[in-house]
């Protein structure tokens, strides 16, 4: 099934939570109302993980394309953890890919989308993504060298995705501007939502979440690899892309985009 037939069968996750984010919501369109309301994750802690009760990993490797009970516990796990796999529906697909890359990214794992015994360890005595700045209460971090955001509400964890960032190379857009596709760090606020599609001179960007002007955002597209491809804006999966501007505020949400080697800010992202 394409990326945007998804977004209409979107299922119920196990974890979603019962409402949006007290006041912290621009409204969604018609068009995309009934996906941001389907599955959300709920919210955890690093003492909320280590007071759950024990669990047992299924003993069989499995991989994109696998189908079944252990899939199944893979996805109620990952949810569990505040990693967003898409529905628990047995099928491992493009959203459970992607949330086995960001946890295996925070593990410090191999980052190769297979769930094996090192994975499955993991997975059974888990460790929390390390706070950037814990004295803002709710806030989105993202680790370009980790490739992963994170989303605290309230100090405790509600989101983690995996997310592409700027490739790093020399390009020229079609007005003759050129420069290099970087992704800016520092701390910056939510400014502007956007539902749906929006096409700009570069493309398209999914439910972008604007967070320096309307040049940077925090999107959805069709395209999140493992690596950093992006002109310089964040992206992130196209069903988290779904629900995610439902659980922040716009404008005024603090992000905080960083890593261990700076590098030069190139051109705007304009749309990738």
């Avoid at 769930?115 to 209460?137: I, R, Y």
């Avoid at 490739?167 to 606020?189: K, L, S």
Wanted: charged share 20%; with cysteine; glycine share 10%.
């Amino acid at each position: 099934m394409s990326v945007r037939g998804r977004l209409t069968g979107l299922g119920v996750a196990a974890t979603a939570v019962a409402a949006i984010v007290a006041g912290g919501t621009t409204a969604a369109t018609a068009a995309t109302g009934a996906a941001a309301s389907a599955a959300k994750p709920g919210t955890t802690s690093t003492k909320a993980l280590a007071e759950a009760p024990a669990w047992a990993a299924p003993k069989q490797t499995i991989r994109e394309g696998d189908t079944g009970s252990a899939v199944v516990a893979l996805q109620k796990r990952l949810n569990s953890l505040r990693y967003y796999p898409g529905p628990d529906n047995g099928k491992f697909e493009n959203d459970t890919i992607e949330a086995v890359w960001a946890f295996q990214e925070v593990q410090g794992l191999s980052v190769d989308g297979v769930v094996g015994p090192k994975t499955w360890a993991a997975l059974e005595h888990p460790k929390s993504p390390t706070p950037h700045n814990p004295k803002v209460a709710t806030r989105v971090e993202v680790n370009l060298k980790m490739r992963v955001l994170v989303l605290y509400h309230n100090h405790s964890i509600e989101l983690i995705s995996h997310v592409s960032s700027g490739g790093g190379y020399y390009f020229c857009d079609p007005g003759g501007g050129c420069g290099y596709a970087v992704t800016p760090t520092g701390t910056y606020h939510t400014t502007d939502y956007m539902a749906g599609w929006v096409t700009v001179p570069l493309g398209e960007m999914y439910n972008p979440v604007f967070f320096i002007g309307r040049e940077y955002a925090i999107h959805g597209d069709t395209d999140v690899p493992e690596n950093p491809v992006s002109h310089g804006c964040i992206r992130v999966p196209m069903d988290v892309a779904n629900f995610f501007h439902n659980l922040i505020k716009t404008p005024g949400t603090e992000v905080i985009v960083y890593r261990s080697e700076e590098r030069r800010v190139g051109k705007e992202c304009r749309s990738r």
